[in-house]
Protein backbone atom coordinates (compact mmCIF):
# COMPACT_ATOMS: atom_id res chain seq x y z
CA UNK A 1 0.00 0.00 0.00
CA UNK A 2 1.27 3.47 -0.81
CA UNK A 3 -0.44 6.45 0.77
CA UNK A 4 0.14 10.07 -0.69
CA UNK A 5 -0.31 13.04 2.06
CA UNK A 6 -0.95 17.00 1.01
CA UNK A 7 0.88 18.73 3.83
CA UNK A 8 0.57 22.41 4.10
CA UNK A 9 3.26 24.83 6.85
CA UNK A 10 2.36 27.85 7.48
CA UNK A 11 5.04 30.04 9.35
CA UNK A 12 4.79 34.12 10.60
CA UNK A 13 7.73 35.39 10.31
CA UNK A 14 9.77 38.35 11.96
CA UNK A 15 11.54 40.64 9.58
CA UNK A 16 13.82 42.50 11.76
CA UNK A 17 15.91 44.18 9.33
CA UNK A 18 15.12 42.17 5.82
CA UNK A 19 13.41 44.22 3.78
CA UNK A 20 10.08 43.07 2.24
CA UNK A 21 11.86 42.32 -1.01
CA UNK A 22 14.28 40.56 0.66
CA UNK A 23 11.86 38.32 2.04
CA UNK A 24 10.15 38.02 -1.31
CA UNK A 25 13.29 36.85 -2.58
CA UNK A 26 13.70 34.33 0.15
CA UNK A 27 10.45 32.85 -0.19
CA UNK A 28 11.59 32.30 -4.14
CA UNK A 29 14.77 30.54 -2.67
CA UNK A 30 12.47 28.14 -0.90
CA UNK A 31 10.73 27.12 -3.42
CA UNK A 32 13.22 26.70 -5.98
CA UNK A 33 14.55 23.83 -3.46
CA UNK A 34 11.55 22.70 -3.74
CA UNK A 35 11.47 22.42 -7.19
CA UNK A 36 14.99 20.46 -6.64
CA UNK A 37 13.79 17.77 -4.11
CA UNK A 38 10.83 16.61 -6.35
CA UNK A 39 11.14 13.66 -7.98
CA UNK A 40 9.32 10.17 -6.96
CA UNK A 41 8.59 10.74 -3.04
CA UNK A 42 7.85 14.80 -3.39
CA UNK A 43 6.04 17.04 -5.80
CA UNK A 44 3.04 19.31 -6.65
CA UNK A 45 5.44 21.75 -4.49
CA UNK A 46 3.75 25.41 -4.09
CA UNK A 47 4.92 28.39 -1.75
CA UNK A 48 2.50 31.61 -0.64
CA UNK A 49 3.77 34.62 1.09
CA UNK A 50 1.70 37.20 2.27
CA UNK A 51 4.64 40.34 2.52
CA UNK A 52 2.22 42.47 4.87
CA UNK A 53 1.45 40.34 7.40
CA UNK A 54 4.65 38.19 6.64
CA UNK A 55 3.29 34.86 6.82
CA UNK A 56 4.39 31.65 4.28
CA UNK A 57 2.26 28.67 3.21
CA UNK A 58 4.31 25.76 1.91
CA UNK A 59 2.69 22.95 0.51
CA UNK A 60 3.75 19.73 -0.97
CA UNK A 61 2.54 16.03 -1.75
CA UNK A 62 4.71 13.47 -0.64
CA UNK A 63 4.50 9.59 -1.15
CA UNK A 64 5.34 7.34 1.01
CA UNK A 65 4.45 3.23 2.53
CA UNK A 66 2.49 4.48 5.38
CA UNK A 67 0.60 7.72 6.20
CA UNK A 68 3.45 8.13 8.84
CA UNK A 69 6.58 8.06 6.38
CA UNK A 70 4.42 10.34 3.67
CA UNK A 71 3.64 12.88 6.42
CA UNK A 72 7.17 12.73 7.74
CA UNK A 73 8.61 12.71 3.74
CA UNK A 74 6.73 15.98 3.56
CA UNK A 75 7.85 17.65 6.71
CA UNK A 76 11.81 16.91 5.95
CA UNK A 77 10.85 17.90 2.16
CA UNK A 78 9.71 21.42 3.46
CA UNK A 79 12.78 21.91 6.43
CA UNK A 80 15.56 21.11 3.95
CA UNK A 81 13.94 23.84 1.49
CA UNK A 82 14.20 26.20 3.95
CA UNK A 83 17.40 25.54 4.50
CA UNK A 84 18.70 25.19 1.40
CA UNK A 85 17.50 28.39 1.37
CA UNK A 86 19.87 29.89 3.78
CA UNK A 87 16.79 30.15 6.72
CA UNK A 88 16.78 28.40 10.24
CA UNK A 89 14.12 26.24 11.57
CA UNK A 90 15.15 26.68 15.56
CA UNK A 91 12.73 24.81 17.43
CA UNK A 92 10.97 22.66 14.67
CA UNK A 93 8.34 20.99 15.47
CA UNK A 94 7.39 17.66 13.06
CA UNK A 95 3.56 18.42 13.07
CA UNK A 96 1.79 20.72 10.52
CA UNK A 97 -1.99 20.22 9.27
CA UNK A 98 -2.29 17.43 6.55
CA UNK A 99 -4.75 19.15 3.45
CA UNK A 100 -6.08 15.29 2.62
CA UNK A 101 -4.37 11.79 2.74
CA UNK A 102 -5.41 9.02 0.17
CA UNK A 103 -4.46 5.59 -1.25
CA UNK A 104 -2.82 5.54 -4.69
CA UNK A 105 -0.94 2.83 -6.50
CA UNK A 106 2.60 2.70 -7.07
Known amino acids: MTVQVGLSRSFTVILGDTTPEEFDAETDRIMDALLDLEGDVISNSA ?3 NLKDCVVDIDV ?3 GETFDD ?3 AADAAIRAAIHA ?3 GTPGWEPTARTKH ?3 VTA
Open 47 to 49: VGV
Open 61 to 63: LAI
Open 70 to 72: AVA
Open 85 to 87: AGG
Open 101 to 103: AEL
